[in-house]
């Protein structure tokens, strides 16, 4: 699939993607069809991308098994209409490694990866794992900077470092650092995506190549809108376009509840696959889920 883009910076996995849910059914199974219709639907509301088994798509309760599985049916789904990124970051490089390996049997077109999470390495334990994951596999590598969830930043330095392998080709940015950002982003080709949806014009305006969205599971083309418009040169458009997704975006995102609960809540009022969180996690009440509702029908009103 040949991408474009307003500059030289690369797009290697488009410029709209979308960290989609795993639906399940009733009874908590891996729900394959609704996986298949649901990546349907986001693929024809403008994603160039989608990335399968990240936290909105609740890695962490899914097993090996289900991760391939997953992979194959959505690419089974979507075909070359768009490009499959595994999530596959872990606490344990040598599981990484074999997620990713099994990732890219299952048809994954590239691999997304964390920093490993609660034993806090520090930096050149850190730049290991990812140049160890880079060594293993064939696809291209975009690492995920998420220090709020993970505890350990990907400093800038090392970002800088690593750009240098020739399977690291893209970062997930959430760790609220714009500075940081533009550091790396001056030093490097790699093509950077905001993984904070409340970021998507403010990073794609300095150079960065896209976003990867939670909200995007339930209004694909209200953020894929905003990139477009901002190619299209009508930068007022976009920033008109950015702020009206506020609304849905604060209370899928910030309400206190992991983005998974919210998306899932949204979509299964909607009557789109979802399906029930996977425990520790739990269903997101009425009321939060009446004010997605809301939210999300004054956006796509508007």
Do not use: W
Request: glycine content about 10%.
């Amino acid at each position: 699939m040949t991408l474009t883009h307003r500059t030289h910076r690369p797009t290697p996995f488009g410029r709209a993607l979308c960290a989609m849910v795993t639906p399940f059914t009733a009874s908590g199974a891996l729900d394959l069809d609704g996986a298949q219709r649901l990546a349907d639907r986001l693929v024809a509301g403008g994603c160039d991308g989608l990335v399968l088994s990240g936290t909105t798509g609740e890695s962490p309760t899914t097993t090996d098994t289900e991760k391939a599985e997953l992979i194959r049916a959505v690419r089974a789904a979507v075909g070359d209409r768009a490009v499959i990124v595994a999530g596959v970051g872990t606490a344990d490089t040598r599981h990484t490694v074999e997620l990713a390996l099994s990732a890219e049997k299952a048809g994954a077109d590239g691999l997304l990866a964390v920093t490993p999470y609660y034993s806090r390495p520090p930096q050149d334990a850190v730049e290991a794992h990812f140049r160890e994951l880079a060594d293993a596999s064939g696809l291209p590598v975009a690492l995920y900077d998420i220090p709020g969830r993970t505890g350990t930043r990907i400093e800038p330095e090392t970002m800088i470092r690593l750009a240098a392998h020739p399977r690291i080709v893209a970062v997930k940015d959430c760790a609220y650092d714009l500075l940081g950002t533009q550091k790396v982003l001056a030093e490097t080709d790699l093509a950077y995506y905001t993984g904070c949806d409340e970021y998507v014009l403010a990073l794609y305006a300095i150079g960065g190549s896209g976003y990867i969205g939670t909200v995007a599971n339930a209004a694909p083309r209200a953020f894929r809108a905003i990139v477009d418009a901002f190619d299209a040169g009508d930068t007022a458009e976009a920033a008109r376009l950015q702020r009206r997704t506020v609304p849905l975006t604060e209370l899928m995102m910030s309400s206190g509840l992991p983005g998974a609960v919210t998306a899932k809540a949204l979509l299964g009022r909607l009557g789109l696959p979802s399906g029930p969180v996977r425990a520790p996690l739990r269903p997101a009440g009425h009321e939060v889920t009446d004010g997605l509702l809301r939210a999300y029908e004054r956006l796509v009103a508007a």
